[in-house]
Every structure is written in C-alpha cells, then in structure tokens.
C-alpha cells in the first residue's frame, strides 16, 4: 500500500499540469494508455468549476485566500476560458489557481485513471484500485532511485528522480541505495528535476545522516493537533556519517524533494548546489472532479524546527549557486578539494583524488585549445596515430577504432572517451604520453 496519508503528503508528484518552469516536471512518469482527448460539454465544465470550488472551500488550508479564489474561477466560467479539451482545461485552471492563491500545490491534472480509482470509493486518497496504481509507477521507477554511480576520486552519486513510497517495498529499496552511498569517500544527491512526493521517504533518506529521534518537521491542519515527525531509529544500511554531502537542486525541485534539500541546509548535513528550488512547502491532498480530473489542493502546512518556517513562495536557495547543467561538476570538484584538504587522508586516497580533480575541473570550465595548436598535435607517436577530425582529436587505436580527446590541462593533458577517466593523454607536439591510473609514471613515446 501506498502511505499517503500518514506519510502527512498524499501528493504523489509536485505537478503534472504546467504553467510555469518552477511547476512543470513530472517525477518519474510512465507511460499511460493512450485514448483521445475528451471535449468537455458547457454543463461538464460547470459541474467542474462548482466541484473545484467547494473542494477548495472545504479544504484549503488559508481561508483568507478564498475569495480569490473563488473569483478568478467563477470568472473564467463566465468568460467561455474554460471552453476547451480536458488537458487545456486542466492547464487553465491551474494557471487560475495558482495566481489566485499563490500557492503551488494548487493544481488541476487531467488524469482518468486516477479519477476513475478514487471515484469508486467516493472520492478517497486510498482505494485498492488507486494504491495498485501508485504501485505499479513506484515499482516501475524503482521508487524514485534511478541511477547509482561511483565518480572518480570514490565519489558516490545517487539520482532521485521522484520520493514515492510504498510500504515494506521503498525503505528496502533505499537501503541499497544507501549501502552504496555509504562506502564513498563524498556522497552526492542529485534531485534535480524531481517534483516531490511522500514525507515518509524523505523521513526514510534523511533519518541516514542525522541522529535518531530528532524532530525534523512539524505538519499544521486547521482544527486538527500539530502532528510531529522525528528520525527513524532502526536503520538496517545505517547511518552516514563524517563524510562531504553535496545535493543537487535547480528551479524544478518542488515539494517533498525541497523538503530535503531544506532539511539539509537548517540542520547542515551538507551543501546545496544549483538553482534555488521552486518554492512548494504546503501538504497536498487529491480530489477526484468530474468527468477525469484530480484536483490538488493544499489542506496543510509545515513547520522547521530550526527555522520555525518553511520554504512555500520562495524556494530553497544553494549554498553555492551555479547553472543547473554545472551543478554535478561543481559538486565534484567541490568534494575533491574538500578531500584533499584532509591532513590525515590515506596517501593511496589522496592520489586517487588527485588523478580525478582536473578532469571534474575541465568538466566544469571546458579548455579550449586552438585549431593552429591541434593541428600540430596530430600525428604518429612510435606508431599511435592521432588524428584531427574538424576541431577536435582522436586517437585512432590499431584495431581501427577512434576515440575522441577532450583537453584537460594547459599543459596537454587530454581524457579519453570510454575510459571512464582511468587513462589519459598528453600531447605536446614533440612527444606523447599515455599514462592509466594506476601507474606511478607516463610512458613516453617519441614522435615519429
């Protein structure tokens, strides 16, 4: 079963239909049943409006935003906005939504399968036909964990596309993950582009770098007691600790993936790099509206207990700002300096982190070199041959195969594509030298 409810965040993503950049990604998505798109009737659309509106006027978490609310929809019904198909319709009272309240939990998603699960059960967040649903996209996403890597220099990346869960399945899942993460030298959380999710995965992912029973956030709903959520105990991966955390965000990290990102930055685990996020802090529940819509809206609000707030309107801003597209290299060459700086490292480590930064460093700040100066690099060194193909090289290998160099260092050095950094080039016009990872010295191959 998916736990929705008490995880205290039923909203499985941050947003599916898009307005704007901060509120345009789909965590993890899986391929639907195709069909043609449904044309609403003048009597669907007002059926829809008046349901949307008292959903919100029973639900939303600040009344005083429901005047506005209310309005800007009623209008839009006058106005003939809402005369469109089922996915613009969605897409324009979201956008109707969201400029009324401000509030980016507030959505509308042309969804029929979903409607149609939580339809049969009147209109619940937790029907068998709805948790086999989740099920099956957590199941096929791998619960959000879509990519585990060791970078050089012993770098432990993991991906999270998405924070589902799914009881006595997702928490075995992320002890793998974090298992891995565990024997790195530096540990990198990528959550760009993810949307959000469960705060029981959240709980689940941070509990690992933090001490048990510590409270981490307080969820506020009006006419109900303040509902706490403290660090997990037991820990079958166990816990993280003593080593560089870095996280990855960009403008499309909403919600649950925030929440992280926020954890990590007010109790500082670690340091946030890339874009500020998008700025989705409320607790959302889903209500399915007539005749293929599920409507988000937020009934509830956390609060930090460091900050005593949270990030709703204004996102989580990085520690280290950089574009998103840089923000994995950063990292990198943030981890490998912090390591190196280490007066105690293992001398076999140091080395190892040596070799790594100045390719996460030409990662991150491409070298250029000239054409004139390539043109005078090419050519037979004691039989390797490298070629010039338009502005770049290539070592041609003796089975005929090419592969590409990318410059590395002012003084030559090139990496070489397909061998994942454990061999490289250096070119100075008069010599070559090739030199593996594992080798204390170059060889050294004359021109010819």
């Known amino acids: 079963m998916i736990d929705k409810r008490l995880a205290l965040a039923a909203a499985f993503i941050f947003a599916t239909a898009a307005v704007t950049p901060v509120a345009a990604q789909r965590a993890a998505p899986v391929a639907v049943a195709r069909g043609a798109a449904l044309q609403l009737t003048t009597a669907q659309q007002q059926a829809a409006i008046a349901s949307i509106i008292s959903a919100v006027e029973t639900k939303y978490v600040f009344p005083e935003r429901l005047p506005a609310i209310v309005s800007r929809m009623r209008a839009g019904l006058t106005s003939g906005r809402y005369d469109l198909g089922a996915t613009r319709f969605a897409e324009q009272v979201t956008e109707d939504l969201r400029q009324a309240s401000q509030d980016r939990h507030m959505y509308l998603n042309y969804a029929p399968a979903e409607y149609a699960a939580s339809a049969v059960a009147g209109g619940s967040d937790s029907t068998a036909a709805l948790d086999a649903l989740y099920a099956r996209r957590t199941t096929r996403a791998n619960h959000g964990l879509s990519e585990l890597r060791i970078l050089p220099g012993n770098i432990r990346y993991l991906r999270i596309t998405a924070f589902p869960w799914m009881d006595d399945r997702t928490g075995a899942a992320y002890d793998d993950a974090l298992r891995f993460l565990r024997d790195g030298d530096a540990v990198i959380i990528d959550l760009r582009n993810n949307g959000g999710g469960s705060h029981a995965a959240v709980r689940y992912l941070l509990s690992h770098f933090m001490k048990p029973e510590v409270l981490d956030i307080t969820f506020l709903q009006a006419g109900e007691p303040p509902m706490q959520s403290h660090t997990l105990n037991h820990l079958p991966a166990g816990r993280i600790e003593g080593k560089p955390l870095y996280v990855l965000v960009n403008r499309q990290v909403g919600s649950a993936a925030e929440a992280f990102a926020y954890d990590v930055q007010q109790f500082k685990l670690g340091t946030l790099v890339g874009e500020t996020t998008g700025g989705a802090a409320n607790n959302n529940t889903f209500v399915p509206i007539a005749p293929g819509f599920m409507l988000s809206v937020s009934y509830g609000r956390p609060v930090h207990p460091v900050s005593g707030g949270n990030w709703e309107g204004v996102g989580v801003t990085p520690e280290i700002p950089v574009k998103s597209d840089k923000a994995l290299a950063k990292a990198q060459t943030l981890a490998l300096t912090t390591l190196m700086a280490k007066s105690d490292a293992d ?102």
């Open 347 to 448: 001398p076999g480590d140091r080395a190892d982190w040596a070799w790594a930064l100045p390719a996460a460093t030409a990662s991150l700040v491409p070298l250029t070199v000239q054409p004139a100066r390539l043109k005078q690099l090419a050519g037979v060194y004691s039989g390797r041959i490298i070629v010039l193909q338009g502005d770049e090289l290539y070592w041609r290998r003796k089975d005929g195969q090419t592969a590409r160099l990318s410059p590395m260092t002012q003084d030559g050095w090139f990496t070489v594509d397909g061998y994942d950094d454990r061999f490289r080039i250096r070119l100075t016009g008069d010599a070559m030298q090739t030199q593996w990872i594992d080798e204390p010295e170059p060889t050294v191959l004359s021109r010819d």
